[in-house]
């Protein structure tokens, strides 16, 4: 199995597609256009790359983990995301989608945010790159993520706390789907995930991959020309985990996404539609969405990418979830046995291995999509 | 009996009358005696909004009333329930999401829709190039789908767009969700005009139009108007089904001219 481009009318099988206001479907499809014409240009794969590495520091390191390892009697490998600049995975995205911005006249840009590491890694790459930013925030999450609220205004950024509905990600998503319609001049909609309408699941995927294409030659080489019998990453809208799993689709590896107990779109719901793509949804016997509840704001999504869906749809991945006091207590074991805090949302990965008994033996490789500097306020209190 | 709302809004459009259609959020405080109050005032049809979780087209009024309705426990079983009751002798769509219909089944959804006698039915975030399935179910159970153009729309794909809507053609006015505006934009004349050239049907601008000076600006190129969010202010002001009918009737004799 490989991971193609989506369909012509953006689906992963059943999933995905493009369901926005008639509005937005132009923007789509410039957007579209815009990006395959990019990305079969090699002097804008070239930018690209040149950015990833001297500025964002790639490539991530692959360490091992020895201490966790021995306590588990599971070999851990971690992929390094929480080394990158401004501390997570999403700078890859994020830099793809600003150099793209720039490349189609757009001279702003605007994004949603849920533990506001999206969101401060789009505040960087508008600083970088001249470009004006705007950033919506649930208020919840405002509240549970203040320094990184503070981050994005000092890198020149206005973040505006949503107070409509659960006032978390899947409002904040609304709230710049809004905005976006008002402003498809000039803006470009810089989303977070690979989520939303077509072509956005497929380019975030893409400007990710490097993770996993990374991590496939560094795995080759610290197990001698072998992979690892289980890749696993944390699921929100599933970014990362699609970023890892692209380097591994096509080795006999399980590919395992874990999803907060309480925000278990693949695990707890059904195919929905929201935020312009078919993809499972928590969503009530109406089709009302449901709020998603999870310790890590990252995750806190009642949705998932379509890919994921497809995925689990023909079985090539799996997807199981954590509780929150699983959550907290991989953060901890993290952190003590290897030194290395956690972002809450990975932690979720750690958590599964933690507690999982057939990994006995096996060779895990873990995403570690974040640093956990951002949680250490909400730890403080949780933990005392 | 379920008229049908292409029917109507052709035949009052060839009498050389201009269109006016009031949308109401189903379920807020007093919807159904303001729909009343509505059809009194001289609407040609009322559009009534099922609330949905995430109303990603609406603005802050419509979003509020949505809110509340969902508050007061609105399903979409109620309100389509509750509609039914309602005899206003002019035709009634529904404006929701797509989400509401693709969980209950498009057929199930429609056929709701048919047997509370409900006419039409537009859903925003469904756009033309992934609206075949919903349509051709609607039209079987016999709901007019209604589609949206923008002023964004390509000119090849206009054509085809308002051929396959069914009830009117909903020009979207401007370049953002439902709200109240200061001035009409001359994206709402220009994609009236863009519609009228390709299709027969009726064409009604929405979304911007928020006072009856605008209404009879929009009316000189365009068939008639949808108005949202002013209408639902005065019912979250609490100025009640009396306020809605004075506003209606603003709006219908400024567009009789
Ligand atoms: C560190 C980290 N990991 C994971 C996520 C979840 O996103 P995704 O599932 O798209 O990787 C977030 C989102 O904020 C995050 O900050």
Avoid at chain 1, 227 to 251: L, Q, R
């Amino acid at each position: 199995m490989t991971m193609s481009r989506p369909t012509p009318e953006g689906r992963f099988g059943d999933f995905g597609g493009r369901f926005v206001p008639e509005s937005l479907i132009a923007a789509c499809e410039e957007l579209e256009r815009a990006f395959t014409e990019a990305w079969s240009d090699p002097s804008f794969i070239d930018e690209f790359q040149r950015v990833l590495c001297d500025y964002a520091g790639r490539p991530s390191p692959v360490t091992e983990c020895h201490r966790l390892s021995q306590r588990l009697g599971v070999r851990v490998l971690l992929k390094r995301e929480d080394l990158n600049h401004t501390g997570s995975h999403k700078i890859n995205n994020v830099i793809g989608q600003a150099l793209l911005a720039k490349r189609m006249g757009k001279s702003k840009l605007v994004a949603e945010t849920g533990a506001g590491q999206h969101g401060v890694a789009t505040a960087t790459a508008a600083a970088l790159l001249g470009m004006e930013c705007k950033v919506y925030m649930g208020a919840v999450d405002v509240e549970r993520q203040a320094l990184n609220v503070f981050r994005m205004k000092l890198l020149g950024s206005d973040v505006e706390a949503v107070m409509s509905g659960s006032r978390t990600l899947k409002d904040a998503v609304n709230e710049a789907l809004r905005h976006w319609v008002a402003a498809v001049e000039d803006t470009h909609y810089c989303l977070g995930s690979v989520m939303g309408p077509h072509p956005y699941p497929w380019m975030v995927r893409e400007f990710h991959r490097v993770i996993g294409e990374e991590a496939r030659a560094q795995c080759s080489e610290i197990l001698g020309g072998g992979e690892p019998d289980v890749v696993t990453a944390c699921v929100g809208g599933g970014s990362n985990a699609i970023g890892i799993f692209s380097g591994f689709i096509d080795t006999e590896a399980q590919l395992v996404g874990v999803e907060p107990a309480g925000g278990a779109a693949v695990g707890g719901g059904v195919p929905g539609v929201v935020h312009g793509m078919l993809s499972y949804l928590k969503q009530d016997e109406d089709g009302q969405v449901l709020e998603a509840e999870s310790i890590s704001a990252g995750l806190d999504y009642p949705g998932v990418g379509p890919e994921h869906s497809y995925l689990a749809s023909v079985g090539r991945a799996t997807y199981v979830s954590v509780t929150d006091d699983e959550v907290v207590a991989a953060f901890e074991l993290l952190s003590r046995t290897e030194g290395i805090i956690p972002a809450l949302e990975s932690a979720h990965a750690i958590a599964w291995v933690a507690r999982e008994p057939s990994l006995k033996g096996k060779t895990v490789l873990v995403n570690l999509s974040g640093r956990g500097d951002k949680d250490v306020d909400q730890m403080m209190d949780i933990l005392g | 009996m379920t008229v049908s709302l292409e029917a109507s809004l052709m035949s009052a459009k060839g009498a050389g009358r201009k269109l006016l259609v009031p949308y109401i959020t189903g379920g807020m405080d007093q919807w159904l005696d303001a729909i009343r109050a509505a059809a009194d005032a001289g609407a040609d049809a009322v559009e009534i909004g099922i609330p949905f979780s995430d109303p990603v087209m609406d603005g802050p009024v419509i979003q509020e009333a949505s809110w509340q309705s969902l508050q007061h426990g609105s399903t979409p079983q109620s309100v389509v329930a509750e509609a039914a009751d309602l005899d206003v002798g002019i035709p009634l769509a529904v404006m929701t999401y797509y989400n509401l219909a693709y969980r209950a089944g498009h057929e199930r959804f429609a056929a709701n829709l048919y047997r509370a006698g409900i006419s039409g039915c537009i859903l925003p975030d469904l756009p033309y190039v992934e609206s075949g399935p919903w349509r051709t179910a609607a039209e079987a159970a016999g709901v007019e789908p209604v589609l949206l153009a923008a002023p964004t729309t390509p000119e090849h794909r206009l054509p085809d767009l308002c051929a396959a809507s069914r009830g009117f053609v909903y020009a979207v006015g401007v370049m953002g969700v439902t709200g109240v505006r200061s001035e009409l934009a001359a994206s709402a004349v220009e994609i009236a005009a863009r519609c009228k050239r390709v299709t027969d049907k009726a064409t009604l601008v929405g979304v911007g139009i928020s006072n009856p000076e605008q209404a009879a600006e929009v009316v000189q190129v365009a068939d008639g108007v949808v108005v949202g969010s002013s209408i639902v202010r005065r019912l979250l002001d609490g100025d009640g089904p009396e306020g809605v009918a004075a506003l209606v009737s603003q709006y219908r004799r400024a567009i009789d001219g």
